[in-house]
């Protein structure tokens, strides 16, 4: 299987901050890979595939770069409706493994 | 409008199997480049991707699960069946049917872009 690995699992961030999150894949996935937002109680939602295509209504603060190994999810400016937890996942290969998760928390 | 939906809450005990079917509608699973499957979430923990049956009736699984886990489309009906054996009070969680599909028709490239509300199955004696 491939492994996921997500740094942070968690930040404390402000509003109006620059937040990055990283991902990294144990072997190489090309741009196999998307992105998942999940608020508490919820289920999660996309937010970009293909490791840097923003998913239709996606507000454009968030963006999404790499390939290969190393991933980052970024929001530019971060809103009080980004305070979520965020899920990588590759679909590279099965099974489409997810990293642990990325808490985005209120400072 | 495309939904997905699980079923209600369950409990089940330890050593019996557990029966999930996923009741999809606005789409069909014969449709080139759609699957559906199931992904589960332990309580406080991450997302684990269980299962997945695509519209030619190709069938994945997660390889820790595999032997309790079968996955079996139900195309007239619009549903999914997930069958998992053996349960154990740590398969404690959400289980979430989700639909799996082309991010660009033709490539390899899928995502996530339907996810039901999820089900929560308790294991318990």
């Known amino acids: 299987d491939i492994q996921m690995t997500q740094s942070p699992s968690s930040l404390s961030a402000s509003v109006g901050d620059r937040v990055t999150i990283t991902c990294r894949a144990s072997?190489?996935?090309?741009?196999?890979l998307n992105w998942y937002q999940q608020k508490p109680g919820k289920a999660p939602t996309l937010l970009m595939y293909?490791?840097?295509s923003l998913q239709s209504g996606v507000p454009s603060r968030v963006s999404g770069s790499g390939s290969g190994t190393d991933f980052t999810l970024t929001i530019s400016s971060l809103q009080p409706e980004d305070f979520a937890t965020y899920y990588c996942?590759?679909?590279?290969?099965?099974?489409?493994?997810f990293g642990g998760g990325t808490k985005v928390e209120i400072k | 409008q495309i939904t997905v939906k699980e079923p209600g809450p369950t409990l089940v005990k330890p050593t019996q199997t557990l029966t999930l079917t996923c009741s999809f509608s606005?789409?069909?699973?014969?449709?080139?480049?759609?699957?559906v499957g199931w992904i589960r979430q332990p309580p406080g923990k991450a997302l684990e991707w269980l299962a997945l049956?695509?519209?030619?009736?190709?069938?994945r699984y997660g390889p820790s699960l595999k032997s309790r886990l079968t996955i079996t489309k139900v195309t007239s009906y619009n549903q999914v069946v997930l069958t998992m054996t053996n349960m154990d009070p740590v398969d404690t969680g959400t289980y979430y049917c989700?639909?799996?599909?082309?991010?660009?028709?033709?490539?390899?490239?899928?995502?996530?872009?339907?996810w039901g509300k999820g089900t929560t199955v308790t294991v318990s004696s």
């Open positions: 989700v639909r799996d599909v082309w991010a660009v028709a033709g490539t390899d490239y899928y995502y996530i872009d339907v």
């Open positions: 606005g789409f069909s699973l014969t449709t080139r480049g759609v699957g």
């Open positions: 049956v695509y519209w030619n009736d190709d069938k």
């Open positions: 072997q190489s996935i090309g741009r196999y």
């Open positions: 293909a490791a840097s």
């Open positions: 996942q590759q679909t590279y290969s099965t099974p489409r493994t």
